[in-house]
């Protein structure tokens, strides 16, 4: 769809002009990542069978959860300029976001990625909080069911509370290159995540937030804000700060 109309590849370039500039990403480059991450048909045709598949099975309205494609490609576009060793998410879900790091840390040739997962949590808290939730993992499926075979081996998932999972892996690998948080979306608990891993980059780089709007939690501009870190807002939903040390 993006090939078929180029006046969404211009908005798309409009929107994502101050990540570009904040990143120090060249025209030239963007257009690289770009074709490289569009003409994988195996991918999308992957990505696309399994969503149609896990609808057909679950006929549940709140099924969702997936990045959208353009905030794919922003993450996907950062990993590739970066080149990072040690990605480490909070959120899986579905495993989109998962899926689109991996696909550009093997196009890379370089990198892992550390998913760290509480599967159900939404449905737990957010109705609590008076906000809506999606279903991530129809009956039948994993966490991180859109994540394709082939690109598995650059991947490791834990399952459990990032409260818990996060200080500890962050003590066994000693650094982070990339984080992107996605998991609960509540001042505290993105405050707690973000607190935590700061520390760890050990010679910069990136710090990801989904949802950073109103409605979920501001909390990625006030820690940026807090700790003097550039940072942009992709369409209204992804943080993107430059942590430099």
Request: proline letters at 5%; aromatic letters at 12%; a positive charge.
């Amino acid at each position: 769809r993006f090939l078929k109309a180029p006046y969404k590849l211009v908005k798309f370039y409009r929107r994502a002009k101050p990540v570009l500039n904040l990143l120090n990403i060249t025209n030239k480059e963007l257009i690289e990542y770009i074709f490289d991450f569009l003409v994988d048909f195996r991918f999308h045709q992957h990505i696309e069978r399994k969503i149609k598949m896990a609808k057909r099975v679950s006929k549940n309205p709140k099924l969702g959860g997936w990045i959208d494609l353009p905030s794919g490609i922003i993450v996907y576009t950062v990993i590739r300029k970066f080149k990072p060793e040690i990605v480490i998410e909070t959120g899986v879900g579905p495993g989109a976001s998962s899926a689109f790091i991996l696909k550009a840390l093997e196009d890379n040739k370089k990198g892992k990625l550390y998913s760290i997962d509480l599967p159900g949590n939404d449905a737990v808290v957010y109705p609590k909080l008076g906000k809506d939730f999606n279903i991530h993992i129809p009956e039948g499926f994993e966490v991180g069911w859109l994540i394709p075979n082939w690109l598995k081996h650059r991947h490791e998932l834990i399952i459990g509370d990032s409260t818990v999972e996060l200080p500890k892996l962050l003590l066994k690998l000693g650094k982070v290159d990339v984080f992107l948080h996605d998991s609960l979306h509540t001042d505290e608990h993105v405050l707690f995540e973000l607190n935590t891993v700061i520390s760890y980059f050990k010679n910069g780089g990136i710090v990801l937030c989904d949802d950073v709007n109103e409605y979920w939690t501001l909390a990625f501009i006030y820690f940026c804000k807090d700790k003097g870190i550039p940072y942009t807002i992709f369409n209204n939903r992804l943080g993107v700060g430059l942590v430099n040390v």
